[in-house]
Nanobody, 127 residues
Framework: VQLQACGGGLVQAGGSLRLSCAAS????????VAWFRRAAGKGREFVSA????????DYADAVKGRFTISRDTAKNTVYLQMNSLKPEDTAVYYC?????????????????????WGQGTQVTVSS
């Protein structure tokens, strides 16, 4: 599967953005799809994931209640709706896919679980 992320940009604190991760080659319903981010000078951080069945979603504590992950199987796309953005959300955001029928948070929140990655999209939140 190939992944292409887009939707990043510059937004003021408190604003919103919606990231998209478009898949091609295989259906997103065959994969758990996650969003990770990497801020300048920091390591890659788990943000959110949705299971291959689409019925389980997972969030990092830092974004819980502000971000929502969803998918549209007809468009073969996974979305990350980001509301109430904060300057500390500034980072390059990446989407990633990994196979597996059962969602286990401790497994799918690890970057090295994922074998397929999209290019990053920059999100910058100004104060």
């Amino acid at each position: 599967v190939q992944l292409q992320a887009c939707g990043g940009g510059l937004v003021q604190a408190g604003g919103s953005l919606r990231l998209s991760c478009a898949a091609s080659g295989r259906s997103v319903s065959q994969y758990a799809v996650a969003w990770f981010r990497r801020a300048a000078g920091k390591g890659r951080e788990f943000v959110s994931a949705i299971s291959s069945t689409g019925d389980t979603t997972d969030y990092a504590d830092a974004v819980k209640g502000r971000f929502t992950i969803s998918r549209d199987t007809a468009k073969n796309t996974v979305y990350l709706q980001m509301n109430s953005l904060k300057p500390e959300d500034t980072a390059v955001y990446y989407c990633a896919a990994a196979g597996g029928p059962y969602y286990i948070s401790s497994y799918y929140s690890r970057a090295n679980t994922y074998g397929y990655w999209g290019q990053g999209t920059q999100v910058t939140v100004s104060s």
